[in-house]
């Protein structure tokens, strides 16, 4: 089955440029550039509301952005819509669980695959392999509905681990995960940008695994980067500590 | 042996639509051997129900949107099969005035009821990519606005339909065998199409378009698809019906007809080809007690004026029962199988003669 090998443009970046987005007033974007190169970690953090989510969005053109734009190495996607983007190998999991619940799960990551021209025997071969490196064996017939809360997550990583994407944005994958399965989720992520030659760009704010996991770090307030580099660099970032880590870092 | 093997296995899991068809065709058999006429309409009738009910569940079960344009679909379809299947003669008498390139066309049933299909294929091909891309109230609406507009036409549009007069001439093609054959075809059909490529994008984009976009589906494209396929599948149960009923207006493709086959899905179930399938048998049998119930009320005199919409309040009241308690339908989504349980218990008890304790059937269905 040649036809859906993953098929992306084996960039090496995914470019963020000057990305600015407005909501009726409100700058939730302020000419943010950034950088994720496959095989990399990057974090991307900041206070609720500093636009971490709206800048997904706008990559995957959920959105529209007002300027700015928006590159997979060197093809544009800027404003394109979002099936297109995930078919240029951008692939994204939702701050609020979007799954499929009326599919099993296996259909549920099975069907990313079909999208990319797969048939049904090869996605579902395609699919187990995501499925296994998620730990979730034993839950291939149930309907997504019915899952516990900590799977959900787990099941929309490797629904976007089945879209073979070259980059993968995901939005606060350990929330609401206690400290044991966050760590499990540390684990299991880990190896894999490497493995995959994958982009990763992680949003959270369990600390703990973004320093722990990411080598770089990106960090938003207000809709503007207000620093950027490996995670000792933005830990001593006196605006960061300021604005993100708060007074419990500035004191300590 | 290998494919052999694939074929099996591949039979195992997709048990749905022989479980579906088999009761059906027994029926079928048994009311063509020993039914009188007025059975033999009846599930006549309930086969081309299944048509219509299963070629909506298609569209709307997959993709989640409300369609009330289907009974438009399943209109163009029986006026575009007769014009086709009546003979010259026919023509000259019910439609005088008829296109002189159609006058002398007389092909027999089959083609006719294909050229219906294609029509009204056609039509939702032209309309659909424009309407699919709204979604929730505004697909809604839109898609019963183009009910009323196909009505319409079909009302002004005398030369080929005889505007809003009873169009007449139609020979009776449609037997009880015929029905039941494309009957349980398109079980198979409705129930393929959800497990094709575009079925499952579908089903996806129907529980959550933003995350079906985000791995890549064309939302618009898959409902569209499925928008066709829904509508070929109604205007091939309009020829069938046309061929049945011999005379009819264009009032038969309208609110009465609409509700009528939604309250089939909707009751059944409208998440699966099991759910349609059963909703129709249900519905259509008691539709027909019901009125038998009516008529004889009348005909005894039981009230002092003549009981009239008994039936229609009745299959009101109760699909109203089921939005409220069970708003998936009786059936749900999920279909009627066997499970790999079943199955290996049917041959663990085949070989070993005895029952297979009820603990390992537990939780199958959780
Ligand atoms: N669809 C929207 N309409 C209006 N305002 C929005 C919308 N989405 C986000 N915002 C606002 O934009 C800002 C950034 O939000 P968001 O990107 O969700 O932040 P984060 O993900 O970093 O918590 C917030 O002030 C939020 O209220
Ligand atoms: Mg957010």
């Known amino acids: ?252 | 042996m290998k494919t052999q093997n694939a074929i099996l296995l591949w039979l195992k899991s997709h048990t749905t639509p022989f479980l579906l068809s088999i009761p059906l065709l027994l029926l079928a058999v048994l009311v063509q051997a020993f039914g009188g006429t007025l059975l033999i309409r009846i599930v006549t009738v309930l086969f081309i129900n299944l048509v219509m009910v299963l070629g909506l569940q298609v569209f709307m079960g997959n993709s989640g949107i409300l369609n009330f344009a289907h009974i438009g679909f399943m209109g163009i379809g029986a006026y575009t099969s007769v014009l086709f299947s009546m003979t010259p003669q026919a023509k000259a008498a019910t439609l005088p005035d008829l296109y002189p390139f159609l006058r002398p066309i007389h092909l027999p049933f089959l083609p006719s009821l294909l050229i219906g299909a294609l029509a009204a294929a056609l039509v939702a091909a032209l309309v659909g990519y424009a309407l699919m891309r709204l979604s929730d109230a505004a697909a809604v609406i839109t898609l019963f606005a183009l009910l009323v507009i196909i009505h319409t036409i079909l009302v002004h549009w005398s030369i080929v339909t005889n505007g809003p007069r009873t169009l007449f001439g139609v020979d009776n093609y449609t037997t009880l065998g015929i029905s039941a054959f494309f009957g349980i075809l398109i079980i198979f059909i409705a129930y393929l199409f959800k497990e094709t490529p575009v079925g499952l994008k579908l089903r996806a984009s129907r529980d959550d378009r933003y995350a079906a976009a985000s791995i890549g589906i064309n939302v618009v494209q898959v409902r569209w698809a499925g928008f066709v396929l829904s509508a070929f599948l109604a205007g091939f149960g309009g020829g069938l019906w046309a061929h049945f009923i011999t005379s009819f207006s264009p009032y038969a493709f309208y609110l009465t007809e609409t509700f009528s086959i939604l309250s089939m899905l909707v009751i059944g179930g409208t998440g699966s080809v099991s759910g349609a399938v059963v909703g129709t048998v249900v519905v259509t049998f008691l539709r027909e007690a019901l009125r038998a119930i009516e008529n004889s009320a009348n005909i005894a005199g039981l009230f002092q004026n003549n009981l009239v919409g008994f039936t229609e309040v009745f299959l009101s009241i109760l699909l109203i029962l089921i939005l409220i308690y069970r708003p998936s339908g009786i059936l749900g989504s999920r279909e009627i199988r066997l499970t790999s349980e079943d199955l290996r218990s049917v041959t663990a008890s085949s070989q070993t003669d005895r029952p297979v304790p009820s603990s390992t059937k537990e939780g199958k269905h959780v």
Request: net charge neutral; charged share 25%; aromatic share 4%.
């Open chain 1, 1 to 252: 089955m040649k036809d859906c090998e993953s098929g992306n443009s084996h960039a090496d970046h995914l470019i963020v440029e000057r990305v600015t987005k407005n909501f009726a007033g409100l700058r939730a974007l302020d000419s943010v550039s950034l950088n994720l190169k496959r095989g990399e970690i990057l974090g991307l953090i900041g206070p609720n509301g500093s636009g971490k989510t709206t800048l997904i969005n706008v990559i995957t053109g959920l959105l529209p952005l007002d300027s700015g734009r928006v590159f997979i190495g060197e093809v544009e996607i800027t404003n394109k819509p979002p099936y297109e983007i995930a078919r240029a190998g951008l692939g994204r999991t939702f701050q609020t669980i979007r799954l499929f619940r009326e599919l099993t799960v296996m259909e549920n990551v099975e069907v990313a695959a079909v999208s990319r021209g797969c048939s049904r025997k090869e996605a579902k071969r395609r699919a187990l392999q995501a499925i296994e490196e998620l730990g979730l064996e034993g839950w291939v017939g149930r309907l997504a509905g019915e899952l516990p809360y900590g799977l959900e997550r787990r099941v929309e990583i490797a629904r976007a681990f089945a879209l073979q994407p070259d980059f993968l944005l995901l939005d606060e994958p350990a929330a609401g995960l206690n400290e044991e399965e966050s760590d499990e989720l540390l684990n299991m992520l880990a190896p894999i940008p490497q493995r995959k030659g994958l982009g990763l760009l992680i949003v959270d704010h369990d600390m703990r695994l973004i320093m722990r996991l990411c080598h770089r770090l990106h960090v938003l307030s207000y809709g503007k980067t207000i620093g950027e580099g490996t995670p000792e660099e933005v830990r001593r970032i006196p605006q960061v500590i300021e604005a993100y880590l708060g007074k419990r870092a500035a004191g300590g």
